[in-house]
């Protein structure tokens, strides 16, 4: 084996010793809560309420609209897959002939989450992985065609696998397009805090919420709290009254006993106590900006890299894009390469975690994509 093998194609953030580590602030109140628990009985099917309102606050915010108007209702659910899962089995039973549009590209999970419901696929432009670009005019122009009532599913933040985001002015362009042509947005939130910060990473979800009368948002902690094996998600649904919320929340509940009865609890113990405890919080804050840094480093150390090894700026878009995600952009042939001859793996479509690269190794990985990109 390759002393020097660079593994960019995991979908977990990992630290500069190659590690994906339990935060500190999840050790500490993993102990708090350990120590004080007294009984394993069963939970409610929405799990944890405290757990849920905090949620919610982080999600929207404080002051949204939604929730002023008692429009708003969130579940704790096994991971963002499970609120998927379960948001996929509430459409399918409101409106069984929709479609749902997903980004093209959009994350692999999706197909089988969304799918496996019985409810129809279409895509919609998103990203030019040879131009490096945003599809955005054609994105509007697909779904200012779709049927009334068609769900779209975008991603908040951090779009996986291609780091690129909309920006406000673009969430606003679809927020109205929504709103318009009566589409359903189910908004996929699983990297909140690892673009910018909390809040301005749910920015585009809330815009959004703000303006359609309906809404889902999949809700996953398991990146920016490290907690994936504990399954810590949360689906929120946005009616249009309170009534209707209600109404919504109940049969959210009766699908979720349908399929797992109720969530696993100890993730979301860990984050309901961190989300409760200001100095807790403030750790989890500072790790989450660690976490990110780290990756925007590594973004900006990639792209001065490649323009090094290559003599151009072909690759400064890694440093422009967010989150754990880019698309190198090259053929599968390329990938291939990268793997056989240079150990470098990532998936088949060029997708790289940046939180694979290191200071290490980032040089010879510049080298061998400046050999190989082209065919
Ligand atoms: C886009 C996207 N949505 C949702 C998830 C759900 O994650 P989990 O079920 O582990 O919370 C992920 C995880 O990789 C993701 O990348």
Redesign the pocket.
């Known amino acids: 084996m390759s002393p020097i093998k660079v593994d960019l194609g995991v ?1 977990v953030y990992r630290d500069l010793s190659g590690n994906t580590p339990v935060l500190a602030s999840v050790r500490r109140a993993e102990q708090e809560i350990l120590g004080k628990q007294t009984t394993k009985s069963y939970v409610a099917a929405a799990g944890r309420e405290e757990f849920n309102s905090a949620v919610e606050e982080m999600v929207l915010g404080a002051a949204h609209a939604t929730r002023r108007d008692r429009r708003a209702r969130t579940v704790q659910t ?5 609120a ?1 899962r379960v948001g996929a089995e509430l459409i399918r039973a409101a409106a069984p002939a929709v479609s749902v549009h997903v980004s093209d590209p959009t ?1 692999g ?2 197909t089988p989450l969304l799918g496996s419901s019985g409810l129809r696929l279409e895509r919609y432009p998103y990203y030019d992985p040879a131009a490096h670009q945003l599809r955005f005019q054609a994105m509007l122009e697909r779904l200012d065609r779709a049927a009334e009532g068609d769900v779209v599913l975008v ?1 908040g933040c951090c779009h ?1 696998p291609t780091g690129a985001d909309l920006d406000l002015g673009q969430w606003q362009a679809l927020a109205q397009l929504l709103a318009r042509r009566r589409l359903v947005p189910f908004l ?1 939130l ?2 909140q805090g690892f673009a910018v910060d909390l809040d301005t990473d749910a920015a585009g979800v809330r815009l959004v919420a703000e303006q359609v009368p309906e809404a889902l948002i ?1 809700i ?4 920016n709290l490290g907690l ?1 094996r504990e ?3 949360a689906l929120i649904s946005i009616s249009e009254n309170e009534a209707r919320a209600d109404a919504v929340l109940s049969h959210v509940l009766q699908i979720a006993r349908s399929i797992y009865s109720m969530p696993p609890d100890h993730g979301a113990a860990i984050a309901a106590h961190i989300f409760a405890d200001l100095t807790l919080k403030k750790e989890w804050i500072e790790e989450l900006t660690a976490m990110r840094t780290r990756i925007a480093d590594m973004r900006g150390l990639l792209s001065r890299e490649l323009r090094r090894a290559i003599g151009d700026g072909t690759f400064d878009f890694i440093r422009a894009q967010r989150g754990m995600f880019s698309l190198l952009g090259v053929s599968p042939q390329a990938v291939e390469r990268l793997r056989d001859q240079h150990h470098i793996y990532m998936t088949s479509d060029s997708r790289m975690n940046l939180a694979g690269i290191m200071p290490h190794n980032v040089a010879y990985v510049a080298e061998a994509i400046s050999a190989e990109r082209l065919d």
């Open positions: 979908g096994p991971g963002g897959c499970g998927l994350w999970n999706h991603h996986n996929d699983a990297y999949a996953s902690f398991s990146k994936y399954r810590v998600g």
